[in-house]
């Protein structure tokens, strides 16, 4: 069955870095999002990605997080420079089409922020 | 903005049902959405409902009241794996907006 990949499972980084966190979504499947989970806290929304633009973002996403899909495989999130507030499950998830349309999770990037 | 509620937790025997009852206020509504989260992974997509009513899937059944912002997911046949979070998600626009999930624990 397709699955969405994400890597690294776990980045160590210093507050100040810039991080790039890589997704492979499902094959035929269209709209990609990023969400994270802050340790204990629930799943939050951050942006979903169609046809080569942002379709939607959440207040969390600021300046500081960019989104691209750089070939025909790969969707990536990326923090310019991190805090220590950062620190989260990161999630990419990616779904067919738009309406109602299950959205499937990858495995999750554990980014640590010292 | 979106309030979404769900019980913290819930305890129930193995071979037991449990109901997980959800209560949404959102702007819009695109569909409710139950996903499974054992601790560490990811979110896991159990059922859907768009239309009122109750959808069956196995062991798994979702019920939605669009009038009353009310969902419910039955868990039949209690299995010790199905202990996890259970989270509650509206689709809105685009996104999943997730209530804080429910934590099964099944005692054998």
């Known amino acids: 069955e397709p699955e969405v990949t994400q890597t690294p499972s776990h980045q160590v980084t210093q507050m100040g870095q810039e991080v790039i966190l890589r997704c492979v979504p499902i094959s035929n499947h269209l709209y990609f999002y990023w969400y994270r989970q802050i340790l204990g806290q629930k799943v939050e929304f951050l942006v979903s990605f169609y046809n080569n633009e942002i379709s939607e973002k959440s207040e969390i996403f600021d300046d500081q997080f960019s989104v691209e899909r750089p070939d025909g495989s790969n969707f990536t999130l990326k923090i310019r420079s991190t805090k220590l507030e950062d620190s989260a499950m990161y999630f990419c998830?990616?779904?067919?089409?738009?309406?109602?349309?299950?959205?499937?999770f990858g495995p999750g990037t554990r980014l640590t922020v010292l | 903005g979106q309030n979404i509620d769900q019980p913290t937790e819930m305890t129930a025997t193995e071979g037991a049902i449990v109901q997980i009852n959800c209560t949404y206020q959102?702007?819009?509504?695109?569909?409710l959405f139950w996903y499974q989260q054992h601790a560490g992974e990811a979110p896991t997509f159990l059922s859907y409902?768009?239309?009122?009513g109750l959808e069956e899937k196995g062991r798994f059944s979702s019920f939605l009241s669009r009038s009353k912002g009310y969902s419910y997911l039955l868990l039949k046949e209690l299995q010790m794996k199905d202990s996890a979070s259970y989270l509650c998600a509206v689709r809105e626009g685009y996104r999943l907006s997730f209530g804080a999930g429910t934590t099964v624990t099944v005692r054998a």
């Open positions: 998830a990616s779904s067919e089409g738009r309406q109602a349309d299950t959205q499937y």
């Open positions: 959102t702007s819009g509504f695109n569909g």
């Open positions: 409902n768009v239309l009122d």
